[in-house]
Structures are given as structure tokens and as C-alpha cells.
């Protein structure tokens, strides 16, 4: 089999990109676009690292096909902030001390943002249920959790 | 008390905190260099093996596949990959692990290379190198390994025993203070191994350049100690390498040592070119170092009232198949576990024992977790035996200020008893203790003490330097070497700097992570950044600030004694409207003084006489269901006494994880490998069950503040005591909801009822 061009509409903006069948979405993103923002973890969809939106919907980008994301539009962690505006969701994580090491965090915040656009007002219990496929080594947990409450109230306050 | 702080105690930000929730921070395997080749590793299948014959001809004929290299490419030298120096300067350790071997010792070890111009060509390569093994018998189990006629596993030791210590602090008479006792416990305990569970598979990168010189990109938490190994592993000078840190995905201790490194340093002097070398998750599970495993007697003898007089401990650690901070360990257990109380009488030994399994090093706590698991449920034994409360036994046994620590050096502050009593009252231990057991689902309340260090002195050598620089602006350059372990170290360093130079957390720039950069330090580990790193960052700011008073004092006419700095503003202390900025004073001193220029810059090194541990005290509250095993951790209380709190959100932020680590290492991440074969059978997140949200307890963190005299303003360490009475905690809670002692970790479901069928045909 050999390459196909395929465009994928990452972050807003457009791309033709050459792929191989083979490769998944993590791979286009890092290895082509240059988007290392999204981490590969156990590469087998267990941890949620990876975690991107894809029309809106959260999908371990390490188990996704680039060719099945062919003219869908994909959100990684480099298309929230706008310009040096940070998403609430980002702001929150960093002032609530949510993130540690850092390595989860991409995929944490990209599933919390599809949370809160599904479910702007959610539970704690809510929370714990949308980010049970992400883990983390580092927090606990109980930060992250708080971050994305704050971001709900942020965002409902008239924060984006 | 009473110190008042502008910058020390507040719930500051990370500097590094908008690069990661940006995506912009970069960790190794987002590093792309011009014309870098990927590579990857041909391991051994089998755990015990000897290479017979390799060829990799075919592989190399391979299209695009720039090297393929074997042990016969490397230096025959042999290194160890986590050695961490003591104080005085002693033998060099005996070696025994190579870049590559010729005779497998485990299921993954390191046979030979590819490095070529993708990762899925090195792969394809991979299958290309043809191996004929001989397979040898292997033996994975510390006692079948001491038995004679065992396999013989390392080149350095004929009997599978990489060491056999005894406790060095051992005083009074053991036999006599048994003798005496009222009370005398003796029990057998077994914990497993853990997997550190770094979020971010192992990946490094090496350069050669043409002149010689060696570049590594490397998540390891002691860059300057492994620089050492890397040079006299490959015989280049010292100065020719350079280790750079970029962020690290995740440390626990699995980093003190290096992995890949030494091969993509061989693939790098081989091709020339630059060399990424990432490692699966599995690999990463299968290879990299785990917390060791460990089998230990602990014998513990009372008077009649609770007084501990009589404590024996024998430790064995599975050490795996090749030397490393693991083996050390087991000196860290006696240390840990004979000097948690008081006690006049008491002695220990223990020994490391090689085995055909994955190498060993120390993981978060380095054997505390694992020895208190079993010490604290011999305390909260012997006080149901004597009938006393468990928290009254404590109460009796802790030390005080002035008596000897763990590590031998005299406590200076402790807040242990105000830890152990506000504890017991937050969770109503008085209410909920002992609760009539009925029902399948049983309720139960633990608790166990904990205390650790900040940095192992004076078992390890525990210096560390920092440098400061003002810049014209008036902020300042910390150049310092904690690395990136991800703890929030940056943070809490920047604000002991910020304080002492009387300007804003967010003036101070870090510059870390590039051995060329940075004067030398240990690193990252055993909880010494706060005050190991810490005390060396203030008193390079002490010096700094010297510098910049006396240079303000000559611009408004005064003395320096009488100047203080404060909000970046220097004034003088009896008339403050007579001031200067900070800014004047840099920009002055750098640009506009002419002659009388001059750098305002403070270096220092600073090297404890002093193990300063913290202390504290952990309750768990757990439902058991009798009919399943299954045990719900519903609340997990930490009260910690850390000395003054530099940052609080970075502290909890630690005892949370801790909660998280050890909780999931209490009751369900259980390493197993076949028995028949050796292969890891728990190589995922979904085979090895580290805990998700919907398995955390509630949580809470309180900190008992008590500053340290010798801590920088008053702290101490943290990260690691937040895990080290925690799966005793849960133990001696399970106790309490069901009568039935847990003894071996992890406390599966399987093993509950098991141990309650047992105790129900008793």
C-alpha cells in the first residue's frame, strides 16, 4: 500500500498530508504536523494520554486511523489557547496545581473539554466518571478534579 | 513561629506550568534533530541464556538501517546504573552490567541494536538479526536462588548474594530486652515489587560530534552522577559529555539510573548521527528498574505498659538480575524500620540476592512503604494483645527532638505526637474504632506513623550547589540541578529564592537540566530537593544579596547593615521613603558604572550534617466485603509534618499522589511473571491495575507546621514520606473491619477470602 494524500483539518486549519494506512492519528500529528503535544503513553489505549477531539468527540488518538479522520476536524492541545489566552480549563489546571510532571496533562485537559462543551455544569462525581480513562501517576487525581470544576464555573461565569 | 513571608508559604504557580497545559513543553520523544535516526532493541526471550551465536547480516542489508550493533561493538566495560556515592570515598562497586550481553540474565536484557532511518524499519530490522541461544536454567525466587546447585546468575558473585549488610546503629542487648518483654510479636511479611509507573515511556537521545564530544537528552533524576558513568563506561573525559534533562514524564526513583542511554550513546559513536531511542510501554514495563520485592521477619518486643524494649529485623530483597540502588534497599529497611520508634535493644541484618528477573532500584520511599507495611501492624498486634489503644502505643514510642533519627543524625524538630493526635481527631478515631463487625460489607479505621528523610545523609554523599545571577532588569537567573522530576521543585526553589532576595516568584528564571550549565549536585531523590537543593539556593542567595546591599548602600550613602529588600524595592530600614529598585541597582552595577562594573552573582555549596526527617501520621477508613475480598478505600487522611510549607499546593499535590501510588500498591498492582518462564505477564496499564479516578478514596492533607531549624526557612522534605505508612494504614484497617491480618502485598481480593476462609476453619 502506499501513501495517500489525505486532508485533515487540525486545530482550524487545514492540512494535505501524505499517509501512510497504517498510521494513526498520534502519529500524523507528531511525526508529520509536528503537534508533540500529544503524548503517546502505553500506545494501546489504556491511559488516555492521547486524548484528542475529533468533531468534538474524545478518541485515544493512538488507536485512531489518520485516514479515518480524513476531512473531520481535530482538536489537539495546541488548537485551545488563543494566541497567549489560555482556555479556562488550561488556567485552571495550572493554578489549582493539577498538573505534576506534566505528561498527562494534554490528554486530561482535552477530556475535560469535551466534558464541559457536552456538560457545562457537571458533578463532581461527573468529573470523576468523563477522566476515569485518563491516569496519572502524579496528582492523585484530586487537583485535576478540582481544576475542572473551576473551569465549569469559569466558563459558565462568561470565560470561554 | 511567627516569621512573617512574602513569597515562602503561598500557593504560587509552576513556572513550567503553561508550557505543559500548552502541549509546548518537550520531553524527550518530542525532540527531532536534523538527519536523527530511530532506534530500537533486540531483547533476550528467554531469561537465562547464552548468546551462541548472532549474525546480523541481513539486518544490516536491510534498506534503510544505518547501524546494527552487538556487544562485540561496545566497550567491554561494565557499569552500574543507578550508583549513588556515599560520603567518604570508598572501593568503587564491583560492576556487572554492560551496554549489551552475551549471556541474557533476564527476560528482556539487552542483546543488540538497530538504529535506521524510522522506527518501524529499526523494528523491521530487529527481526532480521538472527540469535542462537543456549538456554540456561533460571531461578526467579530469592530462596531458591540462595539454595546450592542455584543457577549462578552474575559474574560477581558465585552465590547469587549481591550483598549481606546488618544494621549499623544496632545498641543494647536484643536476647536480654526478649527476655524482659511482656509482649513479644513476631511476624513474617511479604511485599511485592511495584512499577513506578513513569507516564512517559523511557526515550533518550545521544549526539557524537566530530570532536568527540557526547550529548545525551536524558529523564534521569542524578545527571551529573550518571555523566560519571557515562564517561568511564565509554572512556571519553568527563568534560566531553553532557547531560541534558528535558521534562521529565514521571521519576519515583525509576530514573536515578540510566537505560538506553548507554545504547544510543554506542548507536550515536556508530553512525555519527544523531540517535532517539523510545521504548514501548511494554518495554518499558519489562525492563526498566521496580520497586524490589522484599521477604522480612520483624520481631518486636513490649513491656507490660507498651514500651517497645526489644526489635529484631531480617530482610531479604529480591535484588533482580543485575547490580543497582535496589540491593541498597535493603539497608534502607533496617535503617526505616528500626529507627520508626524508640527502642534500647535492637539489631537487624538483611541481604540482596540476585535472580533472573528485571533489575531493581529504588522506587518512592525506598523500602519505608515496604518495612512500616509490616512494622506497623506488629505495633497495632502488640497493642491489641497489651490492650492499649494503637494510638496510645504510638504515643508511648515516638521519638522526640534530640534522640537519634532513622538516619542516625539528632532530630531537631518533630511535630509527630501533634500529627498522630490532630489525626485521630479529624477522622473520629475514638468513634469509629473497633465498630461491631456485621454484615458482608464491614466497615474498618487504620492508622500507622511514618518517618523519612531529606536526602540520606549521611549514608549518602548529599551535596548540592546552586548559582544565582541578577539580570539588569533585576530578576535573576538560578542556574541549580534538581533536573525536571515533575515535582514541583522548580516552583519551591524559586520561592526560597525570591524570599531571601526580597524579590517575586516570578523573577527568578530557572536554568536547570544541562550538565555544562550547572555546578554539580546529587539530583532529584530520597526527598533532599526541598532541603538539600533548597538550603544551597539560599545561601547563594544570601551571597547575592550581600553583593546587591552593598552596592545600594554605596549608591544612597548608607551603611549595608542598615538596608532591607523587600517588593524589589532596597530601603533603608530606619527611614524606608530612602530607597532604591533592585532594577537600579542591577542596571547600575552591569551598564552604568563604568569602571566600577561588576557581576551581582552568589554561588554556593551547601552539604547537610543533618538527615532532617519528617514525620507523619496516616488513617485509612475502608469497606471490606466479606464474600468478594473486595476492599474500598473510602477515606485517606495524611497529617504531615514537612517543617514550614514553602508551597502548599505543590506539598499536597504530593501527598495526593502518594495516596494514589500506594493505595494502588496496597491492594492492586500485583507484578507477576510466569513462573515457568519468567516473562512479565503484568506489561500494561491494563494488566497492572494502577488506580483511575473512580478508585481514589476521598482524600485529606493536613501540615502541621513546625519549622526545621536547618531547613531553608524552616522545611524539610516531603514527597516521599506521603506514601510510607499508607498500605500500613490500609492493613491495620482491614484488621479492624475483619479480625484477619494481611501480611503479604498486594491485598488482592483473592487473598482476603482466602484468609478469611482460614480463619472461619480456625
Known amino acids: 500500500m502506499s501513501k495517500q494524500v489525505t486532508r485533515l483539518i487540525v486545530n482550524g486549519r487545514s492540512y494535505e498530508v501524505a499517509i501512510e494506512p497504517w498510521m494513526t492519528v498520534a502519529d500524523v500529528l507528531r511525526d508529520e504536523l509536528g503537534l508533540t503535544g500529544t503524548k503517546i503513553s502505553c500506545g494501546a489505549g489504556d491511559c488516555g494520554a492521547c486524548t484528542v477531539l475529533i468533531d468534538g468527540r474524545p478518541v485515544r488518538s493512538c488507536l485512531t486511523l489518520a485516514i479515518t479522520a480524513r476531512d473531520k476536524n481535530i482538536l489537539t492541545i495546541e488548537g485551545l489557547a488563543e494566541g497567549t489566552t489560555l482556555h479556562p480549563i488550561q488556567s485552571a489546571f495550572i493554578e489549582h496545581g493539577a498538573i505534576q510532571c506534566g505528561f498527562c496533562t494534554s490528554g486530561q485537559i482535552m477530556a475535560a473539554k469535551a466534558l464541559l462543551d457536552e456538560n457545562p455544569n457537571p458533578t463532581r462525581e461527573e468529573v470523576k466518571e468523563a477522566l476515569v480513562g485518563n491516569l496519572c501517576r502524579c496528582t492523585g487525581y484530586v487537583k485535576i478534579v478540582e481544576a475542572v470544576l473551576a473551569a465549569s464555573e469559569r466558563i459558565r461565569k462568561g470565560g470561554k | 513561629m511567627g516569621q512573617e513571608f512574602s513569597v515562602v508559604g503561598k500557593r504560587l504557580t509552576q513556572p513550567d506550568g503553561v508550557a505543559k497545559a500548552t502541549g509546548t513543553a518537550q520531553y524527550a520523544a518530542d525532540i527531532k534533530l536534523p538527519g536523527m535516526l530511530r532506534a530500537k532493541v533486540l531483547r533476550s526471550p528467554f531469561s537465562h541464556a547464552k548468546v551462541k551465536r548472532i549474525d546480523t547480516s541481513k539486518a544490516e542489508k536491510l534498506s534503510g538501517v544505518e547501524a546494527v550493533i552487538t556487544a562485540r561493538d561496545v566497550p567491554q566495560k561494565t557499569y552500574v546504573s543507578s550508583y549513588t556515592p556515599p560520603p567518604k570515598p570508598t572501593t568503587p562497586p564491583a560492576t556487572d552490567r554492560g551496554v549489551f550481553t552475551d549471556k541474557a540474565r533476564y527476560v528482556g536484557d539487552a542483546i543488540a541494536a538497530v538504529a535506521a532511518v524510522d522506527s518501524r524499519t529499526a523494528k523491521q530490522a530487529l527481526g532480521l538479526i538472527e540469535v542462537e541461544y543456549e538456554q540456561l536454567p533460571a531461578v526467579f525466587d530469592v530462596e531458591e536462588a540462595l539454595k546450592p546447585g542455584a543457577p549462578v546468575i552474575s559474574d560477581t558473585a558465585e552465590n547469587n548474594l549481591v550483598y549481606e549488610t546488618v544494621y549499623p546503629m544496632a545498641e543494647g542487648d536484643v536476647e536480654k530486652g526478649f527476655a524482659e518483654a511482656a509482649c513479644i510479636i513476631e511476624e513474617r511479611f511479604s511485599t511485592n515489587r511495584q512499577e513506578h509507573c513513569v507516564m512517559e515511556p523511557h526515550a533518550c537521545i545521544a549526539t557524537y560530534d566530530a570532536n568527540g564530544n557526547v550529548t545525551c537528552w536524558s529523564p534521569c533524576q542524578l545527571s551529573h552522577l550518571r555523566r560519571r558513568t557515562i564517561a568511564e563506561l565509554f572512556d571519553i573525559p568527563l568534560g566531553k559529555v553532557r547531560l541534558i534533562n528535558p521534562f521529565s514524564g514521571g521519576s519515583f526513583g525509576q530514573r536515578l539510573g540510566i537505560e538506553g542511554e548507554p545504547i544510543a550513546i554506542a548507536l550515536a559513536m556508530k553512525t555519527g548521527k544523531p540517535v532517539s531511542l523510545e521504548y514501548t510501554m511494554e518495554e518499558d514495563f519489562a525492563v526498566m528498574v521496580t520497586r524490589p520485592a522484599f521477604k522480612y521477619t520483624c520481631k518486636m518486643g513490649f513491656k507490660k505498659d507498651g514500651t517497645l524494649i526489644a526489635m529484631d529485623l531480617d530482610v531479604t530483597g529480591n535484588n533482580g538480575a543485575y547490580r543497582g540502588a535496589g540491593a541498597l534497599n535493603v539497608s534502607l529497611c533496617l535503617l526505616w524500620g528500626l529507627g520508626a520508634y524508640r527502642c534500647p535493644n535492637k539489631a537487624g541484618s538483611g541481604c540482596a540476592i540476585f535472580t533472573n528477573t528485571q533489575c531493581t532500584a529504588a522506587a518512592r520511599g525506598a523500602g ?395
Not at chain 2, 370 to 388: H, R, S, T
Not at chain 2, 606 to 627: K, L, M, R
Not at chain 2, 679 to 705: C, H, K, N, R
Open chain 2, 368 to 762: 519505608n512503604p515496604e518495612v512500616m507495611f509490616g512494622v506497623e501492624q506488629v505495633m497495632d498486634l502488640a497493642a491489641e494483645k497489651l490492650g492499649i489503644d494503637p494510638i496510645e502505643i504510638r504515643l508511648k514510642n515516638i521519638k522526640k527532638v534530640g534522640e537519634l533519627s532513622n538516619m542516625g543524625t539528632p532530630i531537631e524538630s518533630t511535630a509527630q505526637e501533634e500529627c498522630i493526635k490532630l489525626g485521630a481527631e479529624r477522622i473520629g478515631w475514638k468513634e469509629k474504632r473497633g465498630r461491631k463487625r456485621e454484615g458482608v460489607v464491614r466497615k474498618g479505621i487504620g492508622m500507622a506513623t511514618g518517618q523519612h528523610c531529606s536526602g540520606a545523609y549521611p549514608m549518602l554523599l548529599e551535596h548540592s550547589s546552586a548559582l544565582i545571577k541578577f539580570n539588569e532588569d533585576g530578576s535573576a537567573n538560578l542556574v541549580v540541578h534538581p533536573g525536571s522530576p515533575g515535582t514541583g521543585i522548580w516552583g519551591t526553589l524559586s520561592q526560597i529564592a525570591a524570599e531571601e532576595l526580597g524579590i517575586d516568584a516570578e523573577d527568578i528564571h530557572i536554568v536547570t537540566g544541562d550538565t555544562n550549565a550547572t555546578l554539580f549536585d546529587i539530583g532529584s531523590h530520597a526527598s533532599r530537593s526541598t532541603y538539600c537543593i533548597g538550603n544551597a539556593v539560599l545561601k547563594a542567595a544570601r551571597e547575592a544579596k550581600g553583593q546587591l546591599l552593598e552596592r545600594a548602600a554605596k549608591m544612597l550613602g548608607v551603611s549595608s547593615n542598615d538596608l532591607e529588600v523587600k517588593d524589589r524595592q532596597i530601603y533603608v530600614r530606619a527611614s524606608p521613603e530612602k530607597r532604591i529598585s533592585v532594577a537600579e541597582v542591577c542596571e547600575q552595577a552591569a551598564i552604568r558604572s563604568g569602571i566600577e562594573v561588576e557581576d551581582i552573582c552568589g554561588k554556593a555549596t551547601w552539604h547537610p550534617t543533618n538527615s532532617a526527617p519528617p514525620f507523619g501520621a496516616f488513617f485509612a477508613e475502608v469497606e471490606v466485603d466479606t464474600q468478594t475480598g473486595a476492599v474500598k478505600v473510602t477515606k485517606f487522611l495524611t497529617v504531615a509534618d514537612s517543617g514550614k510549607i514553602i508551597n502548599p499546593i505543590a506539598v499536597e499535590g504530593q501527598m495526593e499522589g502518594a495516596m494514589q501510588q500506594f493505595t494502588g500498591y496496597a491492594l492492586t498492582e500485583n507484578w507477576q511473571i510466569n513462573e515457568d518462564t519468567g516473562v512479565l505477564e503484568t506489561d500494561s496499564f491494563a494488566t497492572y491495575e494502577m488506580l483511575s479516578q473512580l478508585d481514589m478514596p476521598e482524600t485529606e492533607v493536613i501540615f502541621v507546621e513546625k519549622p526545621c531549624p536547618s531547613g531553608p526557612f524552616g522545611a524539610k522534605g516531603a514527597g516521599e514520606l506521603g506514601g510510607v505508612g499508607v498500605a500500613a494504614a490500609i492493613a491495620n484497617a482491614i484488621y479492624d473491619a475483619i479480625e484477619v491480618r494481611m501480611k503479604d502485598l498486594p491485598i488482592t481480593p483473592e487473598r482476603i477470602v482466602r484468609a478469611l476462609k482460614v480463619e472461619s476453619c480456625a
